[in-house]
């Protein structure tokens, strides 16, 4: 079998497939480079969103086998031999599902060890969308190839293929709600780093990449009408499953990934943490950290230690999804954001991957006087952003936090607050601005501005 | 004469089988978006999809049984294959076009007339280049990859890249397409591809 599977190898189009399918995932996995950069979590969705297209190339390139082997008439040759149907169909559907595995995983290895040798953390489970990915691939080769057989026309492959795709973005523009939704293999993007695929999401995969796979099998394999017919059934069992099975939504398929979220500590104090997915940026950020720690020391009661801001649910894309009004900080500990970009809806210009900024991540964090990621609602920006700038010696932060954007008038509002700020007597002044701390760490965020200048206007 | 000419050589690239094929998936998504979308509008990345479904049965018959042996024949094949190859971006683009009187607008008439185009000439240099089998790949691939990131605007090479989702209007796009049909035609009027992917010399 195994001879006869590599014979197959060199007179199929397998290997040829598996070039076309490496090297168009390849290019949009490396065009997607900033996205992923470093990030294996993330570089496994968008593996993932990948087979949008290869699943339509993979049954593109099953049918060209099929219909090659039919209008040669090597599957009357084949036919001719006293063996079973089984064993003269298996040679060819095994070379191309070697062939599709290979590919898969040789992607899956390249990124991982890309992102293992920049520094990048790394686990297990980030393998598992590609694995149950692996399946559905074979599923789509095997299906290809028994419509190949079936009908042997020249028009089929492309047909095929483009019929997959339209199918796809087809439901995508059905209703918001509607659960065909889930029959696309274009996946919404998750909103963090630390996010992997739930198991629910595997499960509605892999129960598609059943169904294809058994569709395909029996579909092609089977000589009578029976087992043709349960063909269509596993094949739209499957896809009833995934629909089924596979939850709908904006970071609905993802989980925090509790490995992903592990603290990383810098040696030496104040204590600077951050998650096992941001650990490389450690030495960066550690200087920069301590900064703002200083600079927060100013006031009493200061923060001892900081640590990265850590979501406890996968992200709805929604500002108020972890902001509420009962404080979640750690008292005696600042919470700070390593990536205040965010990497999914950034303008992300193509191949421009960007550090942390030093001066920025001390601006974000002394902003608010350390308060603006403790899990309360956001109050004033303008009081935020002059406590902040009061104690970095600042007329406006520096920020590179995207949930801050300052216009004109802000950035001439905050200028005027920190100056009618610095008029007062130093304790007074100290006090004011310890006051707007510990409100916001209070969640009592409704006057911050009123603190500052002590005219409250509630 | 040309008129005993053209049946058979329509016949002889299996034009009567693709063309209905083309038709009929164009009219599925036209009924399937008027009947369940609320508004005649195709979304961009669909619309881009929808004209590579109704090139893709056409894409195969760019090439007879045996061109080597074609080429043979006394004929100007370099204006017919030509003809050939824009007939079928004109193909699409009325097909689309005519899609609006059932209900579904699958962008502006420049648009469609762009992204047919610029699809004809991408196949037909896939022919050139890479062989009758494998002359879907480029067309079906790119069109592919613009609908993941279905985000018209940017730079002049972004649009450029992503030239099937772009506004009506947008030059880069427009050139992009008219290159590319430009490419398309002269390469597929001038190579023949063999059955066995290597090109040969029209004269």
């Given at each position: 079998m195994i001879h006869a599977v590599r014979t197959e190898l060199r007179r199929s189009n397998a290997?040829?497939?598996?070039?076309?399918?490496?090297?168009?995932?390849?290019?949009?996995?490396?065009?997607?480079?900033?996205?992923?950069?470093?990030?294996w979590l993330t570089f496994s969705y968008v593996q993932a969103s990948g087979l949008f297209f290869l699943v339509p190339l993979a049954l593109a390139g099953g049918a060209m086998l099929g219909r090659r082997e039919r209008s040669t008439g090597a599957d009357e040759l084949m036919g001719s031999t006293g063996r079973p149907r089984w064993q003269k169909v298996a040679p060819p559907a095994a070379a191309l599902a070697v062939a599709v595995t290979a590919m898969h995983l040789l992607t899956l290895g390249i990124g991982a060890a890309v992102i293992g040798a920049t520094g990048g953390f790394l686990s297990a489970g980030g393998t598992l969308p590609a694995l149950a990915d692996v399946i559905v691939l074979i599923g789509a080769v095997w299906l290809g190839l028994a419509a190949g057989r079936a009908w042997s026309s020249a028009l089929l492959p492309p047909a095929l293929a483009a019929l997959a795709l339209v199918a796809q973005v087809g439901v995508e523009s059905s209703d918001e709600g509607s659960r065909l939704r889930n029959l696309t293999l274009m996946l919404q993007p998750p909103g963090f780093v630390w996010e992997s695929f739930n198991a629910q999401a595997l499960l509605g995969r892999l129960a598609l990449g059943v169904g294809l796979l058994v569709g395909g099998l029996l579909l092609g394999f089977g000589a009578s009408w029976l087992p043709r017919v349960a063909g269509v059934v596993a094949l739209t069992a499957?896809?009833?499953?995934?629909?089924?099975?596979?939850?709908?939504?904006?970071?609905?398929?993802?989980?925090?990934?509790?490995?992903?979220?592990?603290?990383?500590?810098a040696d030496g104090t104040p204590q600077v943490c951050v998650t096992a997915v941001h650990a490389y940026e450690l030495p960066a950020v550690t200087p920069a950290v301590r900064q703002a720690l200083t600079m927060l020391a100013k006031l009493p009661g200061a923060p001892a230690r900081a640590v990265e801001w850590r979501a406890d649910a996968a992200s709805t894309f929604d500002d108020a999804q972890f902001r509420g009004r009962a404080p979640k900080q750690e008292p005696g500990t600042v919470a700070f954001r390593v990536e205040p970009d965010d990497r999914m809806l950034g303008p992300g210009d193509l191949f421009r991957l960007e550090s942390v900024s030093p001066t920025g991540l001390t601006a974000n964090i002394v902003n608010g006087a350390g308060t603006t990621m403790n899990g309360c609602r956001l109050g004033d920006p303008v009081a935020l952003g002059a406590a902040g700038a009061w104690l970095m010696g600042v007329d406006v932060l520096p920020l590179t936090d995207n949930q801050f954007s300052y216009d004109e008038t802000v950035r001439a509002d905050i200028a005027a607050t920190v100056k009618s700020l610095r008029e007062l007597p130093g304790p007074e002044q100290v006090r004011r601005v310890a006051a707007l701390r510990d409100a916001a760490n209070a969640c009592r965020t409704d006057d911050l501005r009123g603190i500052l200048t002590g005219d409250p206007t509630a | 004469?040309?008129?005993?000419?053209?049946?058979?050589?329509?016949?002889?690239?299996?034009?009567?089988?693709?063309?209905?094929?083309?038709?009929?998936?164009?009219?599925?998504?036209?009924?399937?978006?008027?009947?369940?979308?609320?508004?005649?509008?195709?979304?961009?990345?669909?619309?881009?999809?929808?004209?590579?479904?109704?090139?893709?049965?056409?894409?195969?018959?760019?090439?007879?049984?045996?061109?080597?042996?074609?080429?043979?024949?006394?004929?100007?094949?370099?204006?017919?294959?030509?003809?050939?190859?824009?007939?079928?971006?004109?193909?699409?683009?009325?097909?689309?076009?005519?899609?609006?009187?059932?209900?579904?607008?699958?962008?502006?008439?420049?648009?469609?007339?762009?992204?047919?185009?610029?699809?004809?000439g991408l196949s037909g240099l896939g022919v050139t280049l890479l062989g009758t089998r494998l002359a879907w790949v480029t067309p079906i691939v790119w069109a592919a990859l613009q609908a993941m990131v279905p985000a018209p605007g940017g730079p002049g090479w972004r649009q450029s890249l992503l030239w099937l989702i772009q506004p009506g209007d947008s030059v880069p796009a427009a050139v992009t397409a008219a290159v590319l049909l430009l490419a398309g035609v002269l390469g597929y009027a001038t190579r023949v591809s063999t059955s066995r992917g290597e090109t040969v010399k029209v004269w």
């Open positions: 290997v040829a497939l598996a070039v076309l399918l490496f090297a168009t995932g390849g290019l949009m996995i490396a065009a997607m480079a900033q996205t992923w950069s470093r990030q499957g896809m009833v499953l995934a629909v089924v099975i596979t939850p709908l939504g904006l970071g609905a398929r993802y989980q925090v990934d509790t490995a992903a979220q592990r603290l990383v500590c | 004469m040309i008129t005993g000419w053209l049946p058979l050589y329509l016949r002889s690239r299996r034009v009567p089988l693709a063309a209905p094929i083309s038709f009929a998936t164009v009219a599925t998504v036209t009924l399937l978006w008027s009947a369940s979308a609320d508004r005649p509008e195709v979304d961009p990345s669909l619309a881009a999809l929808t004209v590579v479904l109704a090139l893709a049965p056409l894409i195969p018959t760019l090439a007879g049984d045996e061109d080597a042996l074609e080429k043979t024949a006394a004929l100007r094949w370099p204006t017919r294959r030509a003809l050939h190859l824009i007939g079928a971006g004109a193909f699409v683009a009325v097909l689309l076009l005519g899609a609006r009187a059932a209900g579904a607008d699958f962008g502006g008439a420049g648009q469609i007339v762009r992204n047919s185009a610029g699809l004809a």
